[in-house]
């Protein structure tokens, strides 16, 4: 087995498939990708690589808004009750 076969397997991911280090970043790059879009001076090629981006940057947002919604879904049922019957 060489060391190039081996380096390939454990390469970084590139700036296209890294996730987000949090929701509000993920926003501001979605925000930049579309106004980049919308302007229309993108290459074909790279407004496809554009689009890519954003939808897994959407995905990502989805997801954690779901999470987070489940989250204070947890907290109100435990907690509303307890607020209510005061």
Do not use: F, H, N
Not at 3 to 19: G, L, M, V, Y
Not at 33 to 59: I, T
Not at 66 to 80: D, F, H, R, Y
């Amino acid at each position: 087995m060489s060391k190039s076969s081996a380096s390939a397997k454990s390469a970084p991911p590139t700036s296209q498939e890294q996730e987000p280090a949090s929701y509000e970043l993920a926003v501001e790059e979605l925000e930049r990708l579309v106004q980049a879009m919308e302007a229309g001076q993108l290459p074909l090629d790279q407004l496809l690589a554009s689009y890519q981006r954003g939808a897994a940057l959407l995905k990502y947002c989805r997801a954690r808004l779901q999470a987070v919604e489940q989250q204070v879904q947890v907290i109100e049922g435990g907690g509303a009750q307890a607020w209510g019957e005061e």
